[in-house]
Antibody, heavy 117, light 106 residues
Framework: EVQLVESGGGLVQPGRSLKLSCAASGFTFSDYNMAWVRQAPKKGLEWVATIIYDGSRTYYRDSVKGRFTISRDNAKSTLYLQMDSLRSEDTATYYC??????????WGQGVMVTVSS | DIRMTQSPASLSASLGETVNIECLASEDIYSDLAWYQQKPGKSPQLLIYNANSLQNGVPSRFSGSGSGTQYSLKINSLQSEDVATYFCQQYNNYDTFGAGTKLELK
């Protein structure tokens, strides 16, 4: 059974940093492209970043470029999202998801990030 | 950026009814279109990909259709467990989602 478990969320002040993790199990992690998708409270879904299966390429939405870094450790079957210079508009539930062919096959349960002073 | 316009924003239907949700892309997305179901307090679940392919384990009362810029999700014989918010997503050029359709029981 595919399992994706996010961690690392919490309350952080504007301008500070936070690092999210997503532990994967039940599938061959190193075969899958992975992504982060977020959802602001009571709002819709927003793709954040994608990393290719071997970590060779990464893609970001414009609003997080230069502030967020997606990475992975295939030996540990873990996906990461380093979030720097956080803003109030980054407040959301962050989901990790598999993304083999563009769509998001499997999703984690999500982790809440609140950016507030 | 490709914009996805989803309609209606909310929908009220009776058990057993057929429901249609539409998504309009701002340009041709060549059937690179997925549909997701999100129940309250839960993460989204993939229902349909490539516009009309049913994800494993999804009931056959769900179906997708469309091409070019116009796509739709159809739910036949609405069940109580179908109460949720539904989102479309294009993945032809990066990834963008529709704003969602909240489906409630009448």
């Amino acid at each position: 059974e595919v399992q994706l478990v996010e961690s690392g969320g919490g309350l952080v002040q504007p301008g500070r940093s936070l690092k999210l993790s997503c532990a994967a199990s039940g599938f061959t992690f190193s075969d899958y492209n992975m992504a982060w998708v977020r959802q602001a409270p009571k709002k819709g879904l927003e793709w954040v970043a994608t990393i290719i299966y071997d970590g060779s390429r990464t893609y970001y939405r414009d609003s997080v470029k230069g502030r967020f870094t997606i990475s992975r450790d295939n030996a540990k079957s873990t996906l990461y999202l380093q979030m720097d210079s956080l803003r109030s508009e980054d407040t959301a539930t962050y989901y990790c998801a598999t993304q083999v062919r563009g769509y998001f096959d499997y999703w984690g349960q999500g982790v809440m990030v609140t950016v507030s002073s | 950026d490709i914009r996805m316009t989803q309609s209606p924003a909310s929908l009220s239907a009776s058990l057993g009814e057929t429901v249609n949700i539409e998504c309009l892309a701002s340009e041709d997305i060549y059937s690179d279109l997925a549909w997701y179901q999100q129940k309250p307090g839960k993460s989204p679940q993939l229902l349909i990909y490539n516009a009309n392919s049913l994800q494993n384990g999804v009931p056959s009362r769900f179906s997708g259709s469309g091409s070019g810029t116009q796509y739709s999700l159809k739910i036949n014989s609405l069940q109580s467990e179908d109460v949720a918010t539904y989102f479309c997503q294009q993945y032809n050029n990066y990834d963008t989602f529709g704003a969602g359709t909240k489906l409630e029981l009448k």
